[in-house]
């Protein structure tokens, strides 16, 4: 087994939440995640090729943007629109950005004269370059006026006065993308608004370079508040206000990626739904006791999912750092349980007796665990494992039959699994994180308990959960480790 972490990245860069939160703020700003859509960490994970934990870092990140907030059921969103939160926006960027403005043209000097006359000829050739069909150009075209608007009050000595700046503007930004995004291209007033936005820029920019501060303000003024023709009228604000009967926002509809994400959890419910309808129509059904006692050869498979879970007695030795032990066992189930699936053949020696040989694939469960002590690193860090698990199992099996069709049963025997591990470890105070890939396999005690029921002779149903131990050291724990599964099978008994 390899024990080695590689470290990754360097303590230079920037964490690996705010790299993610880079790449989501600006999704947010250019409409590509809607306004009022949940947030789902297993699409953000898949979406951005980072784990759960990283992700909720970045959306408590965006929280402080005021660009994603939670949910009437404790998830996350993306916050909603409306024309009087643009307004709001709108008249405290007068208030803020025009006194940065001020403040940075008394204290500026010739670098500031400098940056404004650069930011000022990008933002003009971007906007020769502007059109209405090309949302390249008009991306560009934002950068660059925002880079105008940072370089104005660039010698601001006021770093507050920047900040609440830089936090207005993204939100300002975020409502003319919807608005671009939302409106015909075709005689948008947001599009017409482009020439105006032009010639404020150059006013802005002359009076900036002669240090006329009441006039540059003035001018500030007319730009951000200036004439926006039958805004009331967007079809964003008007999505925005239909409200459901009871006074609450309408759900919004997933993303067709969302739609088409593979939701375990989901999975996990139909498959119950499934079990429990299929044992419930065997109650309707009779067949003869001899159809599911009789002895011999049969084969079957199912399917159902799998899940990992690890329990330990002693908090301060395998997660968390509080300084005492808790004095009961915890189950530590943070997994995410993925799809598993069996196939086995046995043979029944009388009513009461089998023996089974039997494979299974457990999938590719999740394992997300905070604040654990890893001993590789003498450290305490958050930990993502993603495992791949197979077995090959040799099995008993006690076999009660009742009422005719119905059976139920116990099972002990011998699991031989393999599993591999990709583990990911982020140290809680560092920036510099690691991974670590594991194989290992062994031969663990495999127990299971299961009810079935034999509705057509030759053919018989059960539903089982089974579970066996794997190395911990998988999970980067130092508690019990097990491997849970739930089967829904279907076997073939040839008549005897």
């Not at 949302?135 to 770093?159: D, G, K, T, V, Y």
């Not at 189950?331 to 009461?352: L, Q, T, W």
């Not at 090959?392 to 006690?398: G, H, K, P, R, T």
Request: charged share 25%; proline share 4%.
């Amino acid at each position: 087994m390899n024990d080695t972490f590689n470290a990754t990245g360097d303590a230079a860069s920037k964490t690996l939440a705010e790299r993610v939160h880079a790449q989501q703020r600006p999704d947010i700003i250019e409409g590509k995640h809607p306004p009022g859509s949940e947030l789902h960490i297993d699409h953000l994970k898949q979406l951005y090729g980072i784990g759960g934990g990283r992700c909720r870092e970045a959306l408590t990140l965006l929280q402080s943007d005021s660009l994603v907030t939670l949910s009437g059921q404790g998830g996350l969103g993306v916050a909603d629109v409306s024309y009087a939160d643009f307004a709001d926006i709108t008249n405290t960027r007068l208030l803020v950005e025009v006194e940065a403005l001020r403040q940075g043209i008394t204290h500026g000097d010739e670098n500031r004269e400098t940056d404004v006359v650069a930011a000022f000829h990008r933002l003009s050739r971007a906007d020769e370059a502007l059109s209405a069909a090309d949302p390249e150009a008009i991306s560009n075209r934002e950068s660059r006026n925002q880079a105008f608007h940072e370089a104005l009050i660039s010698a601001c000595p006021s770093r507050w006065l920047k900040h609440f700046v830089a936090i207005l503007y993204n939100q300002a930004e975020r409502y003319r993308r919807l608005m671009l995004a939302y409106i015909d291209t075709e005689g948008s007033p947001v599009k017409a608004e482009w020439p105006r936005q032009k010639k404020e820029h150059a006013d802005i920019f002359d009076a900036s370079l002669k240090r006329d501060v009441a006039r540059a303000a003035e001018r500030l003024t007319a730009h951000i508040g200036g004439p926006w023709p039958d805004i009331k009228t967007l079809q964003i604000f008007s999505r925005s206000a239909g409200k459901t009967g009871s006074g609450r926002r309408a759900k919004s509809q997933p993303s067709s990626t969302s739609a088409r994400r593979f939701s375990r959890r989901q999975t996990m419910r139909n498959f119950a739904g499934l079990a429990v309808a299929t044992l419930a129509a065997c109650l309707a059904t009779t067949a003869p006791a001899s159809a599911q006692t009789a002895g011999g050869f049969y084969a079957g498979g199912g399917i159902g999912w799998a899940n990992v879970s690890v329990e330990d007695d002693d908090f301060d030795d395998c997660c968390y750092y509080y300084p005492y032990p808790y004095d009961y066992d915890y189950d530590y189930d943070s997994g995410e349980e993925d799809v598993a699936f069996d196939a086995h053949i046995g043979y029944r020696f009388n009513p009461y007796f089998a023996a089974e040989l039997g494979y299974l694939d457990a999938g590719k469960p999740h394992w997300d665990h905070r604040d654990v002590y890893v001993r590789g690193l003498d450290d305490y860090a958050d930990t993502e494992v993603d495992l791949e698990i197979q077995a090959a199992q040799l099995s008993v099996l006690a076999i009660l039959p009742f009422g005719g069709i119905w059976e139920g049963y116990a099972r002990i025997g011998a699991s031989f699994w393999r599993a591999d591990a990709e583990q990911s470890v982020y140290p809680l105070f560092d920036d510099v994180y690691y991974t670590r890939s594991i194989d290992d396999e062994g031969t663990s005690f495999l127990f299971g308990i299961g009810i079935g029921a034999s509705p057509a002779p030759g053919w018989h149903v059960r539903f089982e959960f089974q579970s066996f131990p794997i190395e911990e050291e998988l999970l980067v724990s130092s508690g019990d480790t097990t491997v849970d599964t739930f089967l829904l099978e279907v076997q073939f008994r040839p008549a005897r």
